[in-house]
């Protein structure tokens, strides 16, 4: 399994496009300040929001290529020899999904510490509720990355995972506070516990322990249950 992800770890690092989407993600920062600096306007963002607006503004990157990763060996033609290797599918996904992960992280946290660094100027700090923000939105890609994995296994061609990633999610999270509606309870708010919002429905009520905990569980959930999925319906698939 380690020889695994080692070579899965060479395959990310020979992307261009991972080399060029973290590019991108780290000038989002610096654009802002000197944006900022342009309009001779104090640059007084709060952390947080700085954050916010750079994850969703570059998710797009990320999905790119988590999805360029995880479909190179369909089509280059190297899984089959990695599986003629003696490494089983259930290892393969596995590995796929700890390097998106690695991936993942490097573009994510670069920036993010960029930003706090021009912020910090201005008397931010981490403060505990800064914290538990930005922890329960990692888990939360935790488990989004695990989508996008899955759903790239499934598919195998870069065209139709790429579709699925970037438009499935954002279906899915659209229709669910209309089966709300027909479904016709306030107990549960089914659209705060679809993947791409579980981090935001803990924020939203209050930045703790509690809540941290709520968009663990739930994320390891969608992790454990999205993987299983991937192995059941790939049990079967030729590998080419």
Not at 119 to 143: D, H, R, V, W
Not at 203 to 221: E, F, R
Request: proline share 3%.
């Amino acid at each position: 399994m380690k020889r695994l992800v080692k070579l899965q770890l060479r395959n990310l690092f020979s992307l261009k496009s991972f080399y060029i989407c973290s590019a991108l993600m780290l000038l989002s920062p610096i654009i802002n300040l000197v944006a900022s600096l342009l309009i001779k306007k104090e640059f007084t963002a709060t952390f947080i929001p700085e954050v916010s607006s750079l994850l969703s503004s570059t998710e797009i990157l990320i999905t790119v290529v988590i999805v360029l990763f995880a479909c190179l060996d369909s089509n280059d033609g190297t899984l089959k020899n990695i599986i003629s290797r003696g490494y089983t599918k259930k290892q393969y996904l596995l590995s796929k999904y700890i390097v998106a992960l690695v991936a993942t992280l490097i573009m994510y946290l670069v920036p993010i510490i960029l930003t706090f660094v021009i912020t910090i100027g201005n008397g931010m700090g981490f403060e505990s509720k800064y914290i538990y923000y930005i922890l329960a939105y990692l888990m939360q890609i935790g488990a989004t990355i695990c989508l996008y994995v899955v759903l790239s296994y499934i598919f195998e061609k870069i065209g139709p995972s790429m579709v699925a990633c970037l438009i499935g999610p954002n279906i899915i999270g659209t229709a669910l506070p209309l089966l709300q509606l027909l479904v016709k309870t306030k107990k549960i708010n089914i659209a705060n516990y679809w993947i791409t919002n579980i981090a935001g429905n803990a924020i939203v009520k209050s930045p703790d322990i509690v809540n941290l905990l709520v968009v663990a569980g739930l994320s390891v959930v969608y992790i454990i249950g999205l993987l299983s999925l991937g192995l059941y319906l790939g049990k079967k698939k030729e590998v080419k």
